[in-house]
């Protein structure tokens, strides 16, 4: 089961955002990022894990309102994750922010 591990609205002035896991959440195998209420352009993730190892995505996608990335396998056994930090441009519209879902897979 996919569970939401933190959402972020984005700040249409500022071009990165990162969203807190915990580890209380649990350790995962996978990550997809999901795109809701406004169009986004995100360039890239970083994924820090619970020792401070980090895993660099490249996504350079557009993302309509409602749609998200690809699974996103982690490197090696189960992790914890510590944070996500994604960079991103926003599509300014009249129909409010992007908010960022991250969901992650046991």
């Known amino acids: 089961d996919w569970v939401s591990l933190g959402s972020r609205t984005v700040n249409m002035t500022a071009d990165h955002d990162e969203i807190m896991v915990t580890a209380a959440d649990g350790?995962?195998?996978?990550?997809?990022?999901q795109v809701t209420k406004a169009p986004l352009h995100i360039?890239?993730?970083?994924?820090?894990?619970g020792n401070g190892e980090e895993k660099e995505v490249d996504i350079k996608q557009d993302f309509a309102k409602g749609s998200g990335t690809r699974v996103i396998d982690l490197p090696g056994e189960k992790r914890v994750i510590k944070k996500i930090i994604f960079n991103y441009k926003s599509v300014p519209t009249a129909k409010g922010k992007a908010i960022v879902t991250v969901f992650g897979k046991h």
């Open 43 to 49: 360039f890239n993730c970083k994924i820090v894990f």
């Open 27 to 33: 350790t995962f195998t996978k990550i997809k990022i």
